[in-house]
């Protein structure tokens, strides 16, 4: 095994250069020559003979190996050629959501913190290795040089940039002054010192001061024009690439170096063998230096034209920044960077194509460009006019700057600042599980919102009598009907919404269209008319009912399927509902009381029921956008209460009833509908009861362990409403599935789930075909399934590969709670020579032997002498049994399969430990990184290697002069007193820098943080000549005692510089033992129902109700589908209005987006029907 990791690591081409030797220093750990007999086996070593012996054969089997190498013999044991794939497959999982997220669109996973930061640690750690490994590896030295030259080239970039676009604004705003001006002095001073008095008493150039400010200067001139400085865009705008724009000039020109300089002739090599690209670059280069300066001297090659001067690197450097701020320069003054500004061709498009469906214009957003360039936010002006209309010449800045924004345009044609589905394995799943604590542990039982409502509802008018109490009864049954219409009913279901965009809005779309064509297997396509009704049960925005998600998530997809009225605004507040007549539609007024107006209302109408994740704020959000608002896009939102009934024709009633977080109604709703039974409805009535937890689907998964739920709910069903419920429906499992009784000819309902309106998917397997339903347990079967349970099975195997991509969020977590476990142990003073003599044969079994029994050395100094081990260790196995859903297992079950998940966790944790610490104590003993002799605790030790001390010693003397050297530090020049600086900014401005350069150890700083194999090499040996001191054991336990003789500082450095390595390790392996672990608890044990479909995030399956009351009184149920969901979308050229005031309701393609590309598996499917007869 130690001569497969020679060959990982330290084979190369040519041997090391000078500058990168190391010295060979005893590790402390080591058993010294000089040592009494017998010493060695304090150090937890085994003999010194064996342990010698094997070493030398280790060495001797390195040494051929290294022979047949060099011979042509690429021999690599398979071992070398494993851990080579594993090293490969960390980093590439490490780093999967960075090439590919699969949970959610790219857009937004690269514009969160948690992307940036993890992007961050990655490059550092990738290039601290790189920099360490490379140059030991190579032959070639010009790595040492081209990075010496990136860290001080990336800086100048940086500041260069930054400064000259500096400079260009400030130009951009004098010219403007002056331009407005009219070239006039006094004007120009004027308003510059108004300006500068409103910027002194911090208030805000409004449009008002600014064209006062004006019209004062044109005073001055006797000019009549109004003119104004044009607002620019905020000044950090402009400044979003600068780094990244340094980062590629810097990297670009290194690699240049690296490839084409000669050590030998110290210049450029530009013959034929230096390669094209050479010549190519820095011949062109030499001819226009030797143009421009003929007296400069030249060496013979260069005269010859085989080599170019190192100075042409800063030339190609001059090039590129001279590029960027010309192309700034020409944005600027182009316009481009105001905040009005419109590129011409978008605004002549979509001024003349998309009345938006709310008539307000093209749709708004916030984003734009990195340099200030707005795109369809901003009004319908266009540069190419002024404010008076005119047409005016386009300058060639501005026609140079059009073509650059045309190359670089983006579709705007798309939805823009769309969601993603929720990403539940995040810290969202602390802040949503201590919602449900509070909500059910503290408000539940003492605070019921819904008591609330109905004592606002007996200070209501009623329909005939002011002190008639206004029930949330509507009547539909006798609704307006023109003139050919057929005498039936549709409505529509619909729950578990508001989560992604892509689901939530697909289904929302299918909603709203006017008919729909639906493809059944077996009786090909039928039309299906829009419903009048549409219910909603529940669940409107995940994770949590806040204003950003109602808007987001669940008011943004029904506006962009069906606009609202242009009456419309998010901010109002409704006293008076229904809100009929509609203002800004063509829309009949009807006469009447609010009854009547809503029965004659032609237009959809919805219903809404709060969910479990609506109930986490006491109900708060829902009462003020669904309670409080008239409409959902174009649906009108009647309702005053959260429950409702709804009278419909043919002697049908639809009831929806609150369960809030007790599950159950409470004692006013039942009073309301068993009134409403004994009064309002007859005996051969059917009723429909809508809630949002399927209890009798639940119940039976739960195996009845818990108390009964639904006891209000059920007393009425049993009591008042009997034998009429012919139909229950429910959401909050977000699938579908339809059960009905076993035996014949019973008068129990059928039982229907359908929760798919938008939400991941939940599966259907784990639920059994057959369920015990209520109090006196009736049986029932599944008859219908959607996904079905094979499909289900399948989906749920996803876990083992895709757990790890899609939460890619919980990396944090497993990363504090893994290192944690191992915080107590570091380091492992030896390990690596007790590998080489365990594994001394190369055998796998051997290999899994040593592995497996260090482990346990481990764990049980976990629990011997562990102290924030142990804690975190404790902590890890309780939350794995209070996450493990034990609902349908037996306690000892549940209690041996969470365990078994916290000790393989622990386990994984120990073994990345394990490799880390040997792979760190084999850099020493190869010596691909330097450390300094130890001498007890006065020792000072550096973490500076030989790779950091030659990057630093190659800017010392190649590039640290070229600052030195520069103008800045010179005098400044006799310039005419009018013209010149003054001399005490010159000279703070000289100093300031002089001392960036010359005293702030940026460069050292920087090394030092890219040098993290040296730190933790230096660091190891340094406190395990603490540990491993006077022979004290010091492998696999350490002495309390000489463990606190080391500082905190120490600790703690060498804490942070291994432990970003160990987390590149344990974090992908950690996550996917999660994956495993739930899949297995899905597919064997049947359970984790909840958990392991939400960390999967699915988009498809989505489904919902079409009902319909035919003719005869019969009630059909159309199961719809849409099996897959678009990604991609584009906006509707058919989606507008026939006339202005037309309603939403009323096009022929009401929805703003379709999909990208029309495709069979976006169309909607019928995946089940019924028909139930009425009594």
Not at 360 to 380: F, I, K, Q, R, T
Not at 497 to 522: E, I, K, M, N, T
């Amino acid at each position: 095994m130690r001569a497969s990791l020679l060959l990982l690591f330290s084979s190369s081409v040519g041997q090391p250069s000078p500058s990168l030797a190391v010295t060979d220093v005893a590790a402390p750990w080591k058993a010294s020559p000089d040592a009494p007999d017998g010493q060695g086996q304090k150090f937890g070593l085994l003999d010194r003979r064996r342990r010698r012996s094997a070493i030398n054969r280790a060495q001797d089997h390195g040494r051929n190996a290294y022979a047949r190498k060099q011979d042509g013999k690429k021999v690599m044991t398979w071992i070398s050629i494993v851990v080579l794939l594993k090293i490969l497959f960390f980093f590439r999982s490490f780093a999967s959501p960075f090439f590919d997220p699969l949970g959610e669109p790219r857009k937004a996973t690269a514009s969160s913190v948690y992307w940036k930061l993890m992007a961050c640690l990655y490059i550092w750690l990738a290039s601290a290795t790189l920099l360490t490994a490379l140059p030991r590896f190579s032959s070639n030295y010009n790595i040492i040089i081209a990075t010496a030259l990136f860290f001080y080239m990336f800086f100048l970039s940086t500041c260069s940039l930054m400064l000259g676009r500096l400079v260009i604004r400030a130009s951009y705003y004098v010219w403007q002054l002056w331009r407005l001006s009219g070239g006039s002095v006094s004007a120009l001073v004027a308003a510059f010192k108004l300006r500068t008095e409103e910027d002194d008493d911090r208030k805000p150039l409004t449009r008002e001061s600014r064209s006062f400010s004006f019209l004062a200067m044109e005073a001055v001139k006797n000019e009549p024009r109004k003119k104004r400085l044009p607002e620019l865009v905020k000044f950090q705008r402009p400044f979003r690439r600068l780094a990244r724009s340094a980062l590629v000039l810097s990297a670009s020109l290194c690699v240049v170096y690296l490839h084409c300089w000669s050590r030998t002739l110290s210049a450029f090599d530009t013959s034929r063998g230096g390669g094209l690209v050479c010549q190519g670059i820095f011949l062109p280069l030499q001819v226009l230096s030797l143009l421009v300066d003929q007296t400069s001297s030249l060496a013979a090659c260069e005269q010859e034209g085989t080599c170019a001067s190192e100075q042409l690197i800063w030339v190609l450097w001059a090039l590129g920044i001279s590029s960027h701020l010309f192309y700034y320069l020409i944005n600027e003054f182009a316009g481009k960077h105001h905040k009005d500004y419109r590129e011409p061709s978008i605004a002549r498009k979509s001024s003349d194509s998309d009345i938006t469906q709310n008539g307000s214009g093209a749709e708004m957003s916030d984003e734009d460009d990195d340099d200030g360039n707005v795109g369809l936010e901003s009004n319908l002006s266009s540069p190419r006019s002024n404010q008076h209309g005119t047409m005016r010449r386009e300058t060639w800045p501005s026609i140079a700057a059009a073509t650059i924004q045309r190359l670089r345009q983006k579709d705007e044609q798309q939805p823009q600042d769309i969601l993603p589905m929720v990403s539940w394995y995040s810290n969202m799943i602390f802040a949503t599980g201590f919602d449900m604590l509070l909500a059910s542990k503290v408000f539940l039982g003492r605070f019921d919102e819904r008591k609330m409502q109905y004592a606002l509802l007996r200070g209501t008018k009623g329909p005939t009598s002011e002190t008639e109490l206004a029930r949330p009864l509507f009547d539909f049954s006798k609704e307006r009907r023109s003139e050919g219409d057929s005498n039936d009913f549709w409505f529509d279901w619909m729950s578990d919404c508001g989560d992604g965009f892509h689901s939530s809005y697909q289904v929302a779309r299918l909603l709203a269209q006017p008919s729909l064509d639906v493809v059944s297997p077996s009786h090909g396509t039928r039309a299906l008319p829009r419903g009048k009704l549409l219910v909603i049960g529940g669940d409107l925005a995940y994770p949590g009912p806040t204003p950003f998600n109602y808007e987001q998530r669940f008011f943004r997809t029904f506006e962009d399927a069906m606009s609202p009225p242009p009456s419309y605004r998010k901010e109002h507040i409704s006293i008076k509902k229904p809100a009929l007549p509609v203002k800004g539609w063509d829309v009949d007024a009807v006469a009447g009381d609010d009854g009547d107006a809503l029965q004659n209302y032609e237009g959809p109408v919805t219903f809404i029921i709060p969910g479990n994740h609506d109930w986490f704020d006491g109900l708060a959000a829902y009462t003020r956008y669904i309670l409080s608002r008239d409409w959902l896009g174009g649906w009108l939102i009647p309702q005053r209460t959260s429950y409702f009934a709804l009278k419909l024709p043919k002697n049908w009633w639809l009831l929806g009833f609150d369960l809030a977080l007790d599950d159950d109604i409470n004692i006013e709703q039942f009073h309301f509908f068993a009134n409403l039974a004994e009064n309002d409805m007859q005996k051969d009535d059917n009723v429909v009861v809508a809630s949002h937890v399927p209890h009798w689907v639940l119940e039976d998964y739960e195996e009845f362990k818990h108390d009964e739920k639904e006891t209000n709910l059920r007393e009425l069903i049993n009591s008042f409403l009997k034998n009429r419920v012919r139909l229950r429906l429910a959401g909050d499992l977000h699938h579908y599935t339809r059960h009905i009784p076993c035996a014949e000819r019973s008068v129990q309902p059928q039982l229907v789930v359908s929760g798919g309106g938008g939400a991941f998917l939940h599966p259907t397997h784990t639920f059994g075909d057959r369920i015990k339903v209520g109090k006196d347990k009736l049986e029932y079967v599944r008859v219908t399934s959607y996904p079905n349970a094979k499909e289900s099975l399948c989906l749920s195997w996803l876990n083992l590969w895709k757990f790890r991509w899609r939460n890619f969020r919980l990396d944090i977590l497993w990363a504090i709670t893994h290192f944690g476990m191992c915080a107590s142990l570091f380091p492992l003073c030896g390990v690596y020579e007790d590998f080489i003599e365990s594994n001394a044969s190369h055998q796998l079994s051997s290999l899994l032997t040593f592995v497996f029994t260090r482990v346990l050395k481990l764990f049980g100094r976990i629990f011997l002498t562990g102290r924030v081990s142990l804690i975190f260790a404790l902590a890890f196995a309780g939350s794995a049994y209070g996450f493990t859903d034990d609902s349908n297992l037996k306690t000892r079950t549940a209690v041996l399969w969470s365990m078994a998940h916290a000790f393989g966790q622990i386990f994984v944790a120990l073994a990345c430990l394990l490799f880390v610490e040997i792979l760190a104590e084999f850099v020493i003993e190869e010596g691909l990184v330097a450390t300094e002799d130890v001498v007890g605790m006065e020792a000072d030790l550096s973490c500076s290697t030989a790779m950091a001390s030659s990057i630093f010693d190659e800017y010392e003397s190649r590039f640290k002069s070229d600052i030195s050297d520069a103008s800045i530090f010179a005098e400044p020049p006799d310039l005419l007193p009018s013209r010149r600086f003054d001399d005490s900014i010159y000279d703070s401005v000289s100093q300031t820098l002089k001392w960036l350069v010359r005293e702030v150890p940026f460069l050292k700083m920087t090394l030092a943080l890219f040098d993290l194999p040296g730190t933790i090499a230096a660091t190891h040996v340094q406190m395990c000549a603490v540990l491993c001191a006077d022979g004290a054991y010091c492998l696999y336990k350490n002495d309390h005692m000489l463990y606190h003789q080391l500082d905190r500082y120490t600790i703690l450095k060498y804490g942070i510089s291994i432990g970003l390595y160990y987390i590149v390790f344990v974090v992908p392996l950690a996550g996917s033992l999660f994956g495993t672990w739930l899949a297995l608890s899905l597919n064997w044990l049947k359970c984790q129902y909840d958990a392991g479909f939400s960390s999967l995030r699915m988009e498809h399956w989505k489904n919902f109700l079409r009902l319909h009351i035919d003719d005869k009184g019969d009630l059909e149920i159309f199961a719809i589908c849409s099996h897959r969901v678009p990604k991609k979308w584009r906006r509707d050229p058919k989606s507008r209005p026939s006339t202005a005031a037309q309603p939403s309701w009323k096009w022929r393609h009401p929805s703003k987006w379709i999909p990208h590309r029309e495709s069979q598996k976006f169309k909607p499917r019928l995946i089940d029907y019924t028909k139930i007869k009425k009594l």
